[in-house]
């Protein structure tokens, strides 16, 4: 079981940064992949960014050159970076781990004024 607890989000104006963090209950190492998954009402959950054990990054081609996803020094936290902004951005931010299973955490609202 891997519990995930999302902080950083809040309301920014466009062309803004806020930074995620999403805290493990166990080294992030351990799992396969660990990501960030963002929903709108009324849409389907959309990945956002991954990254695997090894360091390797995907990101939706939305995002691309403007959020950075990457794991911290303490070895269970995973950050999103998110740059420039856009009204669009705006969402709830889920953190997401895979350990066979997949694991959720509770969502954080990011909002982005025009």
């Known amino acids: 079981q891997v519990q995930l607890v999302e902080s950083g989000g809040g309301l920014v104006q466009a062309g803004g940064s806020l930074r995620l963090s999403c805290a493990a209950s166990?080294?992030?190492?351990?799992?396969?992949?660990m990501g960030w998954y963002r929903q709108t009402t009324g849409k389907q959950r959309e990945l956002v960014a991954t990254i695997t054990r090894g360091g390797s990054t995907n990101y939706a081609d939305s995002v691309k050159g403007r959020f950075t996803i990457s794991k911290g020094n303490a070895k269970n936290t995973v950050y999103l970076q998110m740059n420039s902004l856009k009204p669009e951005d705006t969402a709830v931010y889920y953190c997401?781990?895979?350990?066979?299973?997949?694991?959720w955490g509770q969502g954080t609202q990011v909002s982005v004024s025009s």
């Open positions: 166990r080294l992030i190492n351990s799992l396969n992949t």
């Open positions: 997401w781990g895979s350990l066979g299973s997949d694991y």
